[in-house]
């Protein structure tokens, strides 16, 4: 439904997968469950956050970035979940 190959959703499944996908094909796979893209991408948004105004203004913003600076803002996020978790 997604237009993605098996194997590339096969790799989207896997905690092992070094891949990081780009946000075409996030999108892709959120239209596919009726999700927003920021579901997928960042642990503990929900839909009720999204209509939080911030929340949204946020999302747009990321969402003008290259993929450069996507992956790089992806990249700090994660940076900051794993020092909470220590």
Not at 2 to 16: F, V
Not at 23 to 34: G, I, K
Not at 37 to 47: N, R
Request: hydrophobic residues 40%; proline residues 5%.
């Amino acid at each position: 439904m997604a237009g993605l190959s098996q194997k590339t959703i096969s790799n989207l499944e896997s905690p092992a997968s070094p891949m990081s996908p780009k946000l075409a094909t996030v999108e892709a796979v959120a239209t596919c469950f009726r999700l927003h893209p920021a579901i997928l991408l960042l642990d503990g948004v929900t839909d009720e956050a999204l209509t939080d105004r911030q929340v949204g203004i946020m999302i747009e913003n990321f969402a003008q970035l290259s993929e450069y600076r996507k992956r790089q803002v992806i990249e700090l996020i994660s940076d900051f979940s794993n020092l909470e978790k220590k």
